[in-house]
Every structure is written in structure tokens, then in C-alpha cells.
Nanobody, 115 residues
Framework: QVQLVESGGGLVQPGGSLRLSCAAS????????MGWYRQAPGKERELVAG???????NYADSVKGRFTISRDNANNTVYLQMNSLQPEDTAVYYC?????????WGQGTQVTVSS
């Protein structure tokens, strides 16, 4: 069984920053790709950023230059540094980890950007 546990969400003012963390635990050899998705009310879940085990990253156009994804392979942890947050970034953020052909998800953490 593989578990992903997110932390770091909360309420922040526009222009502020937050750092999300996601730690994977369980029995597995390695995690291929890890990433962050988000889902705003009434919208579909969308990819925010992803990172391979070799550190290759990709980002949604809407967050390029503002968000940075990184990972610690030794501790099976992925991070999302979010700067210059805007109200449109408000959503539940989900951690994703892909092991072989199986996708695992965290429970989600709420990020609210509001003055």
C-alpha cells in the first residue's frame, strides 16, 4: 500500500507565498513521476506541475515563473513552492505519484488566496 500525505496549504493574501509538501510512504522501489494537480470549485482537476525521478520538470502555463516543483528522492517527497499567488490559484491541491503504471493520490490540501 502506498500513501501520499500533503501539507502546507492555507489562507494567503494575493501576492503571497506558500510551500506545499507531499511525502510518500509504503512499500515500493521508486516513484517515477511526482506532481501536483489542483481542482477549483466547478472545474476539472488540472495538472499544475510535474517532475520525473531525474528532475525533469513541466508546468502549466498559468503557473510558469511563479511556481517551482522539486523533489527529494531519498525521502520520497515532492514540494511545490508557490509565489505571487493570485485568487485564481485558489483550489484543492492534490499530490500525485506514479509507480510503474499506477497513479496514487493524496487527500488534497486547500489553498485559498484572498484579501
Amino acid at each position: 500500500q502506498v500513501q501520499l500525505v500533503e501539507s502546507g496549504g492555507g489562507l494567503v493574501q494575493p501576492g503571497g507565498s506558500l510551500r506545499l509538501s507531499c511525502a510518500a510512504s509504503g512499500t515500493f522501489f521508486s516513484i517515477n513521476t511526482m506532481g501536483w494537480y489542483r481542482q477549483a470549485p466547478g472545474k476539472e482537476r488540472e495538472l499544475v506541475a510535474g517532475i520525473t525521478s531525474r528532475g525533469i520538470t513541466n508546468y502549466a502555463d498559468s503557473v510558469k515563473g511563479r511556481f517551482t516543483i522539486s523533489r527529494d528522492n531519498a525521502n520520497n517527497t515532492v514540494y511545490l513552492q508557490m509565489n505571487s499567488l493570485q485568487p485564481e490559484d485558489t483550489a484543492v491541491y492534490y499530490c500525485n505519484g506514479r509507480i510503474l503504471t499506477v497513479n496514487y493520490w493524496g487527500q488534497g490540501t486547500q489553498v485559498t488566496v484572498s484579501s
